[in-house]
């Protein structure tokens, strides 16, 4: 008689749901204090280098599109990148992928202290902040233990929370300027080209984040069908919210660029102290939610590396009750704890900037590779995907050149890691099999 079947993921997360989860994944912190960055660089123009951010991040999600579409398992980027050009990269990717994505919610996680203590300033002591800290990972982790429909609920309801104050300076803000309100004459900055290539690499990042979304694909309802429409949904509503955000703080605030809070101090300026503070409650929920979307997603790429034998295969294991991968979960919310009480981040900007850069331009260049390798492969097609790919290697290779990389020995080793790690497993490599 054959044996009990192993316990599998659940397929619960919706289209509409996927959608909320990447929205969720690429709103975070940034939103809070980017604006006035943008404004020191490039001035009055700022709004336009938002929406030219959005169209470079739109031709890379573009190709994101039509190479998720092609798979139904876990993984995201690692497993695009592993069935394009082999284990090594794949492992590469997902590692990079991997710590990428763990040290962006604990920077987020110790922030979330931070903006508390404006609320109460002992919050940042040491044994509240452990306290805090330990209680706002710890639910999220059991929540998400319990199943990813309980996961992609509270992800869900985190999106709505975080959207409501940042629409309401966005709408606000619209109506009081095409009224004829707001400054006379909007700051002007003799910016250059290093400026604005400064100010849309930062901008990137503020639209980044959509990838771990990509993670659980093996939990999706239609994956096929629902990537590109969650992909392109959520790069709509960011691009449209970023950049009314933008227009809004330059066109409101006398001087933009050297406001601490520039969406508080907008929004006190239209909605008077009340509109201050549901703001700075909103820059808590976003980061909160930020985190549920992390603890959501990110835990499935151990999952997927594990799965392919390219990890040790306990991190593979699913909770035969819940139907989640458990031991990834633990794990990452265990390491994330750790990294947030450290509260040592400065390395991760560095760490961020290259890994997200390797694996955009990776998974672009995946594009042509895949429809050579799975011509038949279902699921969107993107109308002139050549051309977009090589645009969007191109625009990482360009926004590669103003990245700092002081500091860059934690990438160097970090990629050994991944190689030693590829030495150790590249007999058990367990090719895609994309039927």
């Given at each position: 008689?054959?044996?009990?079947?192993?316990?599998?993921?659940?397929?619960?997360?919706?289209?509409?749901?996927?959608?909320?989860l990447?929205?969720?994944?690429?709103?975070?912190?940034g939103i809070?204090?980017?604006?006035?960055?943008?404004?020191?660089?490039?001035?009055?123009?700022?709004?336009?280098?938002?929406?030219?951010?959005?169209?470079?991040?739109?031709?890379?999600?573009?190709?994101?599109?039509?190479?998720?579409?092609?798979?139904?398992?876990t993984?995201?980027?690692?497993?695009y990148?592993?069935?394009?050009?082999?284990?090594?990269?794949?492992?590469?990717?997902?590692?990079?992928?991997w710590?990428?994505?763990?040290t962006?919610?604990?920077?987020?996680?110790?922030?979330?202290?931070v903006y508390?203590?404006?609320?109460?300033?002992?919050?940042?002591?040491?044994?509240?902040?452990?306290?805090?800290?330990?209680?706002?990972?710890?639910?999220?982790?059991?929540?998400?233990?319990?199943?990813?429909?309980?996961?992609?609920?509270?992800?869900?309801?985190?999106?709505?929370?975080?959207?409501?104050?940042?629409?309401?300076v966005?709408?606000?803000?619209?109506?009081?300027l095409?009224?004829?309100?707001?400054?006379?004459?909007?700051?002007?900055?003799?910016?250059?080209?290093?400026s604005w290539?400064?100010?849309?690499?930062?901008?990137?990042?503020?639209?980044g984040?959509?990838?771990?979304?990509?993670t659980?694909?093996?939990?999706v309802?239609?994956?096929q069908?629902?990537?590109?429409?969650?992909?392109?949904?959520?790069?709509?509503?960011?691009?449209?919210?970023?950049?009314t955000?933008q227009?809004?703080?330059?066109?409101?605030?006398?001087?933009?660029?050297?406001a601490?809070?520039?969406?508080?101090?907008?929004?006190r300026?239209?909605?008077?102290?009340?509109?201050?503070?549901?703001?700075?409650?909103?820059?808590?929920?976003?980061?909160y939610?930020?985190?549920?979307?992390?603890?959501?997603?990110v835990?499935?790429i151990t999952?997927?590396?594990?799965?392919?034998?390219?990890f040790?295969?306990?991190?593979?294991?699913?909770?035969?009750?819940?139907?989640?991968?458990?031991?990834?979960?633990?794990?990452?919310?265990?390491?994330?704890?750790?990294?947030?009480?450290?509260?040592?981040?400065?390395?991760?900007?560095?760490?961020?900037?290259?890994?997200?850069?390797?694996?955009?331009?990776?998974?672009?260049?995946?594009?042509?590779?895949?429809?050579?390798?799975?011509?038949?492969?279902?699921?969107?097609?993107?109308?002139?995907?050549?051309?977009?790919?090589?645009?969007?290697?191109?625009?990482c290779?360009?926004?590669?050149?103003?990245?700092?990389?002081?500091?860059?020995?934690i990438?160097g080793?970090?990629?050994l890691v991944?190689?030693?790690?590829?030495?150790?497993?590249?007999?058990?490599?367990?090719?895609?099999?994309?039927?």
């Open positions: 008689m054959p044996g009990p079947s192993r316990p599998t993921l659940v397929r619960a997360i919706g289209r509409w749901s996927l959608a909320a990447m929205v969720n994944s690429i709103i975070g912190s809070f204090g980017l604006p006035s960055s943008i404004a020191g660089l490039v001035g009055a123009a700022s709004p336009w280098a938002v929406l030219i951010a959005g169209l470079a991040v739109g031709v890379i999600m573009a190709c994101y599109a039509e190479v998720a579409s092609q798979f139904s398992s993984g995201g980027p690692y497993l990148a592993r069935a394009a050009f082999g284990q090594l990269l794949g492992i590469e990717t997902g590692w990079l992928l710590l990428a994505r763990l962006a919610p604990a920077a987020n996680a110790n922030l979330f202290v508390l203590g404006e609320f109460w300033p002992h919050a940042k002591d040491p044994v509240p902040r452990f306290a805090i800290l330990t209680l706002l990972i710890g639910i999220l982790v059991v929540v998400n233990l319990l199943g990813v429909r309980a996961g992609t609920q509270v992800s869900n309801a985190f999106t709505v929370a975080k959207l409501l104050p940042l629409l309401a966005a709408v606000g803000g619209a109506l009081y095409t009224a004829g309100h707001g400054i006379a004459s909007p700051p002007t900055s003799a910016s250059g080209t290093g290539l400064k100010a849309i690499l930062l901008l990137v990042f503020a639209y984040g959509f990838e771990s979304a990509l659980p694909m093996g939990e309802k239609n994956p069908r629902d990537a590109a429409f969650a992909l392109l949904s959520a790069l709509a509503l960011c691009t449209l919210l970023y950049t955000i227009w809004t703080v330059v066109g409101v605030l006398a001087n933009p660029a050297h601490a809070r520039p969406l508080a101090d907008t929004a300026h239209l909605f008077g102290p009340t509109g201050a503070s549901i703001v700075a409650v909103g820059a808590l929920v976003s980061i939610g930020y985190l549920s979307a992390n603890l959501l997603a835990p499935r999952f997927a590396l594990a799965e392919r034998g390219d040790p295969r306990f991190f593979a294991a699913v909770h035969p009750r819940f139907h989640t991968p458990y031991i990834s979960i633990l794990v990452f919310g265990f390491l994330t704890l750790g990294l947030a009480l450290a509260a040592n981040f400065e390395w991760n900007l560095t760490l961020s900037a290259v890994a997200r850069l390797f694996y955009y331009g990776l998974v672009c260049a995946a594009l042509p590779v895949l429809r050579k390798k799975q011509p038949h492969a279902g699921g969107f097609r993107l109308p002139g995907g050549p051309y977009f790919a090589i645009a969007g290697v191109m625009s290779v360009v926004l590669g050149t103003r990245v700092d990389y002081i500091g860059s020995y990438l080793a970090i990629v991944g190689v030693v790690n590829w030495w150790v497993v590249r007999r058990r490599d367990i090719p895609y099999d994309p039927s």
